[in-house]
Nanobody
Framework: QVQLVESGGGLVQAGGSLRLSCVAS????????MGWFRQAPGKEREFVAA????????YYADSLKGRFTISRDNAKNTVYLQMNSLKPEDTAVYYC?????????????????WGQGTQVTVSS
């Protein structure tokens, strides 16, 4: 059974940083593209970032480029999201997702497995 477990969320002041982690219990983790999405109250889940199976390609929402960095460690079955210069509008539940790459990474339908999410709250 595949499980994705996120951690690292919390309360931070505007301008601060957080690093989210997601550990995946997938035997063939290195074959999966990994993504981060977020969902704020009353809004749809939106794409944040993704990384290819090898880590050689990364993808970001245009509005987040330069502040967020995605990375992975296949030896630890873990994907990370480093978030810097956080803003109150970054407040959301952040979800980790895994999917076999089919050509796109920006849609929730591109992913097969999801974590339960971790809350990130940025105070002004």
């Amino acid at each position: 059974q595949v499980q994705l477990v996120e951690s690292g969320g919390g309360l931070v002041q505007a301008g601060g940083s957080l690093r989210l982690s997601c550990v995946a219990s997938i035997r063939t983790f290195s074959l999966y593209a990994m993504g981060w999405f977020r969902q704020a109250p009353g809004k749809e889940r939106e794409f944040v970032a993704a990384i290819s199976w090898s880590g050689g390609s990364t993808y970001y929402a245009d509005s987040l480029k330069g502040r967020f960095t995605i990375s992975r460690d296949n030896a630890k079955n873990t994907v990370y999201l480093q978030m810097n210069s956080l803003k109150p509008e970054d407040t959301a539940v952040y979800y980790c997702a895994a999917g076999r790459f089919t050509g796109t990474v920006y849609s929730t339908s591109d992913y097969n497995y999801w974590g339960q999410g971790t809350q990130v709250t940025v105070s002004s």
